[in-house]
C-alpha cells in the first residue's frame, strides 16, 4: 500500500480480555517492527521481523505479548489477558532493511484497558 | 548494546532564534543515527539521517545535524526557529550489531514563543 496502515486505531478493552493489533507494512519493506509509546515518552521497541522471521523480540515486556508476521507481509501483535499497564499507543513501521534506511510509521493503534 | 540520551526534555525558543536540541549517543559500532518529529497528534516523520557519509547531515525544514564521533553527539540544529517548529523531536539509534533494532531516545519537546 501507499503506507503503513495500522488497525485498529482505538481499542478499548476490559482487563482481562486479549487484544489483537494489526500492521500493513508498505509493499515491498522487508523489516517490520513493533514499538509501545506511552504519553509523553519515546517509542519503545518491541520487537521485529525481517521478512516472516522475529530477528529480536528482545523488547516484548512478558509473555502475554507475542507477534507474528507469518507471509513476510501483515504482522498482529497480539496482548494477552491485557492489564491496565499496557494502556498506550502501539506503533508499526516499515523499512527496507539493514538498519541504515528511515523507518516509515503507522499511525499507530492505541489501546485502552480499563 | 546501543542507547541514546537526549540531554533536554524540554526546550523553548523565541521565533527567529537558533534552536539546538542535544542527543548522545553510545554504541560499540558504527551507528546509524536519526532524528525523527512528531508533531501533536500525528504520526513519526524522519527529519535527516546520518548513515556513516558526510558528518554534517542536512534535512528537511532547515535543520541539520553533526555527527563528532570523538564526543559521541549527534546535536540537531536550525539557524532560525519557525512557529511551525513546535514538536516532539526524538534522537534514535541503528548499530550493525546483527539485529536492526532502532532505539529512541526520550523525546526532548520543542516551544516556539512568539
Known amino acids: 500500500g501507499a503506507g503503513v496502515s495500522q488497525s485498529p486505531r482505538y481499542k478499548v478493552t476490559k482487563r482481562g480480555q486479549d487484544v489483537a493489533l494489526r500492521c500493513d507494512p508498505i509493499?515491498?519493506?522487508?523489516?517490520l517492527y513493533w514499538y509501545r509509546q506511552a504519553l509523553g515518552q519515546g517509542p519503545e521497541f518491541l520487537t521485529y521481523?525481517?521478512?516472516?522471521?522475529?530477528?529480536?523480540k528482545s523488547g516484548l515486556p512478558n509473555d502475554r505479548f507475542s507477534a507474528e508476521r507469518p507471509e513476510g507481509s501483515i504482522s498482529t501483535l497480539t496482548i494477552q489477558r491485557t492489564e491496565q499497564r499496557d494502556s498506550a499507543m502501539y506503533r508499526c513501521?516499515?523499512?527496507f532493511g539493514g538498519g541504515t534506511g528511515e523507518l516509515f510509521f503507522g499511525e499507530g493503534s492505541r489501546l485502552t484497558v480499563l | 548494546a546501543q542507547s541514546v540520551t537526549q540531554l533536554d526534555s524540554h526546550v523553548s525558543v523565541s521565533e527567529g532564534t537558533p534552536v539546538l536540541l542535544r542527543c548522545n549517543y553510545s554504541?560499540?559500532?558504527?551507528?546509524?543515527l536519526f532524528w525523527y518529529v512528531q508533531h501533536p497528534n500525528k504520526g513519526l516523520q524522519l527529519l535527516l539521517k546520518?548513515?556513516?557519509?558526510?558528518?554534517l547531515v542536512k534535512g528537511i525544514n532547515g535543520f541539520e545535524a553533526e555527527f563528532k564521533k570523538s564526543e559521541t553527539s549527534f546535536h540537531l540544529t536550525k539557524p532560525s526557529a519557525h512557529m511551525s517548529d513546535a514538536a516532539e523531536y526524538f534522537c534514535?539509534?541503528?548499530?550493525?550489531?546483527?539485529?536492526?533494532?532502532?532505539?529512541f531516545g526520550t523525546g526532548t519537546r520543542l516551544k516556539v514563543l512568539a
Open positions: 554504541s560499540s559500532y558504527s551507528p546509524s
Open positions: 534514535v539509534v541503528s548499530e550493525p550489531s546483527g539485529t536492526y533494532k532502532y532505539i
Open positions: 509493499s515491498g519493506h522487508v523489516s
Open positions: 513501521a516499515s523499512s
Open positions: 521481523f525481517n521478512y516472516e522471521a522475529q530477528q529480536d
Open positions: 546520518y548513515t556513516s557519509a558526510a558528518t
